[in-house]
């Protein structure tokens, strides 16, 4: 499949502060489970980073830890943390990184698309049903409403996405593996892992963008 880009909806809101991962919603700190990936789709991810800074676009920085965000919610109750651990058991899971997505209207987000396979509804699915009473859970995290993406940029003004998707885009999707997944703690800055091995040379720890 060759490079792609979809505008969504404004009102989808693909994550925030820590590239991709949400840190508010609407004034409040919020709470995530992320699925990190294989070292070469982990380094493919920040080569785009690195790419998309070098013409001087605001990109994550290599600090950050590329990701995608499975689950969000105001509040995810350390009490559920087994229950998702059994909801990913099944990793490593196979993923397949695709086109590029743009979300949002004014400053926008760049992120690559996630290829959606059988095995990833299946592993979303359960983690939603696992934090079904987790309160603050937003729309479009629920099944069949979900975008998964690993982000690339963000507040990309709309004037410099031609640049950001001819700099990014790529002729041919990259196959890999979600090997891990952790808990981000937006309240605490803190974030652990839940399922899989990381096995990645990158960062275990994301801060806040500032």
Request: glycine share 10%; with cysteine; charged share 20%.
């Amino acid at each position: 499949m060759g490079p792609s880009s979809r505008i969504a909806d404004g009102n989808e809101q693909p994550g925030g502060a820590r590239g991709g991962s949400p840190s508010r919603d609407n004034g409040l700190m919020v709470q995530s489970v992320e699925l990190l990936l294989d070292p070469g789709l982990d380094a493919a991810v920040r080569a785009d980073w690195e790419a998309l800074s070098s013409t001087g676009i605001r990109a994550l920085r290599p600090h950050h830890r590329p990701h995608i965000t499975i689950g969000v919610a105001s509040e995810i109750y350390p009490r559920i943390d087994k229950a998702l651990a059994r909801a990913l058991a099944t990793l490593p899971i196979p993923v397949t990184l695709g086109g590029l997505l743009v979300f949002g209207t004014g400053r926008v987000v760049i992120a690559r698309a996630i290829t959606v396979s059988p095995e990833l509804v299946e592993a979303h699915r359960a983690v939603w049903s696992a934090m079904r009473d987790c309160p603050g859970q937003p729309r479009h995290t629920a099944p069949g409403e979900w975008t998964p993406h690993a982000t690339l940029a963000k507040r990309v003004p709309i004037a410099d996405c031609a640049t950001a998707i001819g700099t990014v885009a790529r002729r041919h999707d990259l196959h890999g593996h979600i090997v891990a997944a952790r808990r981000w703690d937006g309240e605490e800055h803190r974030d652990w892992l839940i399922a899989g091995t990381d096995g990645t040379s990158g960062p275990a720890v994301s801060g806040p963008t500032s």
